[in-house]
């Protein structure tokens, strides 16, 4: 490793511990190095990192805390914590709140994990922060969760057109392969990430078979679309085989409350019974 890149570890064992924190009690500025180490060891290492973090916390530096509480979410979600992670976006957020020149992408992590968390009593709070941060968006990704975001909240919400005009918008996003900086060609891209949110949104833009768009190879087969088959393909792709839980109380809300007599239809793979008895018990 560089002289320089000793708080940069990627990986982490004891002799990397022993090394990190030789140099650090060497170092000036610890609260940066310790804030930049937890932010690389967030998702394969969220334990130490939270570490990292406590002992940044503890120190007097305050000018990184708004990064360093979006570091932290990070990590929860690594663990699976979404309720610590929703409470240290928020934090950020109280931080940027009072020191308007700090800038992070808590607003638009929170949105998007209340989006697609189906956190329904998040969705009043995550469509403000869409609206009142919009300005700050800017590569092609930024772009993309916004839309998917709001795409994911209209639906839920029963809002259909306006859902899939912003399904419509996120797929375009998602298959730009230039992001529209001069000599940042490739900064900022959608790329392969997000998948399972992909073929969600697909099935929004498609909703009743009205596809605007003939990019997406998925769009062009969904001619015969109906609430069933829709609500069913939410519990095959995430909604229901990854969290049949998210999937399951959004019987009670449109499009999928119109489709409970046809339970049949729903989710062939794994989950079939469970939903079958859990929708007849809502």
Request: net charge positive; charged share 25%.
């Amino acid at each position: 490793m560089a002289r320089h890149d000793w708080y940069r570890n990627t990986d982490w064992n004891p002799a990397i511990e022993e090394a990190f924190f030789a140099k650090l009690r060497r170092a000036r500025n610890k609260a940066q190095y310790l804030r930049i180490q937890a932010s690389i060891l967030a998702q394969k290492h969220p334990v130490i990192a939270l570490r990292l973090l406590d002992q940044y916390f503890s120190l007097e530096e305050n000018f990184d805390h708004a990064q360093a509480h979006v570091d932290r979410a990070s990590a929860y979600l690594s663990l699976g914590d979404t309720t610590q992670a929703i409470s240290s976006y928020e934090a950020a957020l109280e931080v940027e709140d009072k020191r308007p020149n700090v800038i992070t992408g808590a607003w638009l992590n929170l949105a998007f994990l209340s989006a697609t968390q189906s956190i329904k009593a998040r969705y009043e709070q995550a469509l403000q922060l869409l609206q009142k941060h919009k300005p700050r968006l800017m590569f092609p990704v930024d772009f993309f969760r916004w839309h998917a975001a709001h795409a994911l909240i209209s639906f839920w919400l029963g809002d259909i057109a306006v859902a899939r005009e912003h399904a419509q918008i996120a797929l375009i996003v998602a298959a730009k392969d230039h992001s529209g900086f001069r000599y940042h060609a490739s900064i900022g891209l959608v790329g392969k990430k997000y998948e399972n949110i992909r073929q969600l949104l697909a099935e929004v833009a498609a909703w009743y078979g009205q596809t605007a768009l003939t990019a997406p190879s998925i769009l062009a087969r969904q001619e015969n679309f109906t609430a069933s088959r829709f609500c069913g393909r939410l519990a095959a792709i995430g909604y229901g085989r990854e969290r049949p839980e998210t999937f399951l109380k959004h019987f009670s809300a449109p499009p999928c409350n119109t489709t409970k007599q046809r339970i049949d239809d729903f989710a062939d793979g794994e989950n079939e019974t469970v939903l079958r008895q859990d929708a007849r018990r809502a």
